[in-house]
């Protein structure tokens, strides 16, 4: 999946080996309410029109690979299931661990330490289990592709897989970094709640202060990208603060292979084409 300025376009290698282009034009809630454009509030906008655009072409890829439609609720369901384990992995056990060790440990700050610990040790325990599944590893390796192929669409080549399959599989602006730098940012910002009377009110803080933590990393991963881009001091400062996010990658990425390269292609050039002659369902 790829998403320009105003369309987004997903391209899937169907069953009998074509590559099948879907588009949509897209009208982005920042430029519908111009109050949503203003930094720290465009960060968790961002997210969450990223988030509701993503599912909906998950499902778009799906129908044309297996050529079913999923049932009604379907979706939603999937999408609920997904909520609760967040909520309960990275909120309600972290918070727990922080109750049970508060007796133990009398600096806050260190116990807020250790609670963000326990919530980067999930986080990257699960990437790396999902990693070892073979479906999943075909997946980054079409992450990969993505990546490599906005590198050489930067770079100004011709976007051929001969001329991506040279560049890195790791990108500064990729949504791995974004999540690595939410994770950082949130041990610093939930120090700010202190000690919390119950692991549900503590939760629930957390929860209230998720937007300010995305839009203060949205904020420092538009930085890097534009230190990559226009070299400057700001800009790359952000830059380096991003630099975990790409070993991160790592785990999230793969080198792309020739047929993957030219599904991510596809997608770009239908992303980036014009729409002026495409109609909105």
Not at 88 to 93: E, G, H, I, S, T
Not at 221 to 249: C, H, M, V
């Amino acid at each position: 999946m790829m998403r320009g300025l105003r369309q987004v376009a997903v391209a899937v290698r169907s069953p009998e080996g074509e590559i099948v282009l879907h588009k949509e034009v897209l009208t982005p809630w920042r430029k519908r309410h111009p109050i949503l454009a203003l930094p720290l509030i465009r960060g968790s906008v961002t997210l969450v029109e990223s988030m509701a655009i993503g599912f909906r072409m998950l499902n778009v890829s799906a129908n044309i690979a297996t050529g079913e439609k999923p049932e009604k609720g379907e979706s939603w369901f999937a999408i609920a299931i997904g909520l609760l384990l967040f909520v309960l992995l990275f909120k309600v056990l972290p918070a727990t661990a922080f109750k049970f060790l508060q007796p133990f440990v009398p600096n806050i700050l260190f116990l807020n330490a250790i609670e963000g610990g326990i919530r980067m040790s999930i986080f990257l325990l699960y990437l790396g289990g999902i990693s070892l599944l073979p479906d999943v590893r075909r997946l980054f390796e079409y992450h990969g592709a993505e990546h490599q192929v906005i590198h050489c669409y930067e770079s100004g080549k011709e976007l051929t897989p001969e001329n991506a399959k040279a560049f890195p599989s790791a990108h500064p602006r990729c949504g791995t970094s974004f999540l690595l730098v939410t994770l950082v940012l949130s041990i610093l910002i939930f120090a700010l709640l202190g000690s919390t009377p119950t692991i549900l009110d503590r939760v629930v803080r957390q929860l209230l202060l998720l937007p300010v933590v995305a839009g203060f990393s949205y904020e420092l991963i538009r930085l890097a990208g534009k230190g990559g881009r226009e070299k400057n001091l700001i800009g790359r400062i952000a830059l380096f603060l991003t630099i975990p996010g790409i070993w991160l990658q790592g785990l999230t990425t793969r080198k792309a292979q020739d047929d993957q390269l030219e599904v991510a292609i596809a997608s770009l050039h239908g992303a980036l084409e014009d729409p002026a002659d495409l109609i909105v369902p």
